[in-house]
Each structure stands twice: as C-alpha cells, then as structure tokens.
C-alpha cells in the first residue's frame, strides 16, 4: 500500500554543474530553494552536461536529501523531482531512478527537463530556452510542453570561458598588470577574472551593441534600402507585457574602481566585453555555433513553420550566467540580424523578440534577483501536480513490478 503523500513532504532538487539546489515542502512556491550546493565539494561530478562520477554524484544527493532536507531513510515519505538536462540518456533515467529508490528509499519520483521547467516556471508552454551553464550553453525548443529534440544544441561556451576571455582582456591592459606587479599577494589570475563577472554594477555586456549602431544590421539595410523596413520600436517589442525587465544601459564610466582583497584596481571599457564568446567562439578558437545562430536553427527546425513567429516571442534565459547585466538587450541586437526587414514578410517570419520573466503573481520570486530560479519555480509547479495522484509519477509499487525502465513510462 502506498504512503499518503503530503505536499510538505514534496522535494525538489535542480542539478547543476556548478551549483545544485534544493527544497522540501511545495504547499508554498513563491519561495528561493533553501538549500545550495557548490559541486565543487564533490569534485564537480557533472561536467558538460555528463555525468563524469555517479560516486561522487550519489553522496551529493545523499548529502542533499538526509543532511539539508532532514529527510529520515528509514521512514521516507518524500518523494523528489528531480530536474535534469536534455541530453541524459535513457539509460542515466533508470540508473537514477534505481539509486532513489534501492538507495535512498524514496516513495517516488519523477524526472523533468530542465527547459520545459524553466518555460513553466516563465507562465509559457512554448518557447526557446537559452540555459547558460559554467560549461556549457545549450539552446532548447518547446512546442506545448514537448521538447524538441531536433532543435536542441549545445555550444562548449559558459562562465568559465567567459572568465578565461575577461583574463586575456585584463592581462593587455598593462596599467592594471602594473598595478598588480606592486602588489606581491594579489594575482591577477582567473580568481580575479571570475570576482569581476560575478560583480553586479561593473559592466553592462550589451555597451557598444545597441541596435542602430550595429554595423552589420546597417549592412543588411542598406542593401534593402528600397524595402520599407520594421522601426527599431516594433522589433524590441516594448508594449508586450510579458516580456522581461530591461534597464536602461545607462553611462557607465569609461573605468571603474574595484575592491579586491583589500586593494584597488582599475579596470577599463573592455569589462563590457566579458560574453564575447558566446556571440563569437572563435574568439577562444572555438569551433561552434554562436547563440543568435543556434537559435535561428533550432526554430528553423520546428514544424509546422507557423509556430516559429510564437517562439521568437517567448524566449527564456536560465543557468548559473542568465543574471550577467544587458545579456537580453545584447540577444535581441543579435538575433536582430536574422529577422525581416519588410513589410511582406510572410506570417511564418518572426517580427518581434520577447523576453519572459517570472510573473508577477509570484510576489517574492517575481523580483529581478530571482529570476535564475525559473527552473526551479518550474519544478516546484510540476512537483505540486505530479505527486498528488500515483498514476503520474514512478511510485515504489511502479517500480518493484517493473524496475528501474519503468521511469520511461511516467514522464515528460
């Protein structure tokens, strides 16, 4: 007989690369997870999307579950979602439904991709999610709550390399390696590179990339001259209440001042460059699709051509580097290029680019500074609806009859 199961005992862990959270109890969703896990502690089990060490993956989960959660092994009533990329295999499905359920004697589970969570967690069905990882940064399609797994691409880039490009900026600027130089116990190294991107206030990546002033977009232009074309305002989209919150990028001085262990350093215009790489791989002699092109391909892949249009207008930023400041304002110049400059454009062809946040119904995640937790909110979504009847998730019973292939039978 199965154990009743109660919404307080619902739990929830999003696995990243770098950072894994977690919560228990989803009788309230408008809350942050109240457990993080630096990967870090358990030697980074997950590396580009793969899992690398299931040891080392299992005691994290392990730890996640009895230590933060205070979850009791031998009397466990909760079941977990647990959210994972697009790219696990089948075979990774039943290896960790057998470790929930033979090692950590969960009552149930059930397996969710991360995009479609992070739509969901935005209030959208459909849409294109641009996850930005440590490593990685993968670009998924979802057409009424299905993931498109044509459309899906994974390019090598994330924060890592961000940081690595930041520390070739750095080391040319040769007043700042001055500066270092006279300080014997400070270096400038990729610590300090990854410090400036995690700052928040210091750059904007969107400076210097404003629409009007993009040089190819005045190419393309030019060339259609005789075309009437879209004004700037329509394609930003600025009347559509859905769409995400953009700041104005403002002045920022040409140099800033920084603290770094207790010494400051100055640091000039290149900062605003820091997710170059993600626009232009061959910049870290990367061979790879950039985002704007990953995007045009993966919607390009979906069928029938008439969703294409709904999908440019709902486009959701996630990962570890979705909070880095200007990146939607930087995408929409981007991606700007690919889009119709004619009134005649057919009704298959995108004319505006939206951006989605967490609505507003959420009081305390709908604030800027939540917005990486829309896969989590996603999660806790789909956790409340799944574990309330046996029939949508993988329950004990499930999987005793059936064992671990079971998991391909109840899920998104």
Request: hydrophobic share 40%.
């Amino acid at each position: 007989m199965s154990i009743a199961l109660r919404e307080e005992n619902f739990a929830v862990i999003n696995i990243g690369s770098s950072i894994t959270t977690a919560g228990i109890g989803m009788h309230d969703t408008n809350k942050p997870p109240t457990v993080s896990v630096n990967m870090a502690n358990y030697n980074y089990p997950i590396k580009n999307n793969k899992i690398v060490n299931w040891k080392d993956l299992e005691e994290c989960w392990h730890n996640i579950l009895f230590k933060e959660l205070n979850i009791k092994k031998s009397r466990n009533e909760s079941p977990v979602l647990l959210t994972v990329p697009v790219e696990w295999t089948k075979l990774e499905h039943e290896r960790i439904t057998q470790i929930f359920f033979e090692n950590f004697n969960v009552p149930g589970i059930y397996i969710a991709p991360q995009p479609l969570l992070t739509l969901f967690g935005c209030g959208a069905v459909s849409g294109v999610v641009i996850d930005i990882g440590s490593e990685v940064t993968d670009v998924n399609v979802i057409v009424d709550s299905n993931v498109q797994s044509q459309s899906s691409f994974a390019i090598p880039v994330g924060g890592n390399d961000f940081d690595r490009y930041l520390l070739e900026l750095l080391k040319k600027d040769t007043t700042l390696v001055e500066q270092f130089a006279s300080i014997p116990d400070v270096d400038l190294d990729i610590e300090f590179a990854k410090f400036i991107r995690e700052s928040p206030g210091i750059y904007n990546v969107s400076v210097g990339h404003e629409v009007m002033n993009n040089k190819l977009k005045a190419e393309l232009s030019s060339a259609m001259e005789e075309l009437p074309t879209v004004s700037a305002e329509e394609l930003l989209d600025e009347d559509n209440p859905k769409k995400a919150d953009e700041e104005d990028v403002g002045d920022f001085p040409e140099n800033v001042e920084i603290e770094y262990k207790e010494h400051k350093f100055t640091i000039g215009p290149y900062r605003h460059q820091v997710l170059d790489p993600l626009f232009s791989p061959s910049l870290l002699n990367i061979d790879s699709l950039s985002v704007p092109e990953a995007m045009r391909l993966a919607i390009m892949n979906c069928e029938p051509p008439e969703i294409r249009p709904k999908i440019w207008e709902n486009i959701a930023i996630a990962g570890g580097c979705c909070m880095m400041a200007g990146i939607p304002k930087r995408i929409k110049t981007e991606v700007n290029l690919f889009l119709p400059h004619s009134d005649n454009a057919g009704d298959t062809q995108p004319r505006q680019l939206n951006f989605l946040r967490i609505p507003d119904y959420f009081t305390v995640l709908k604030d800027k500074k939540y917005q990486q937790y829309s896969t989590w909110l996603g999660a806790e979504i789909v956790a409340k609806l799944v574990f309330m009847d046996a029939k949508n998730y993988i329950s004990k019973v499930d999987y005793n009859e059936s064992g671990p292939s079971v998991v391909h039978t109840k899920t998104y």
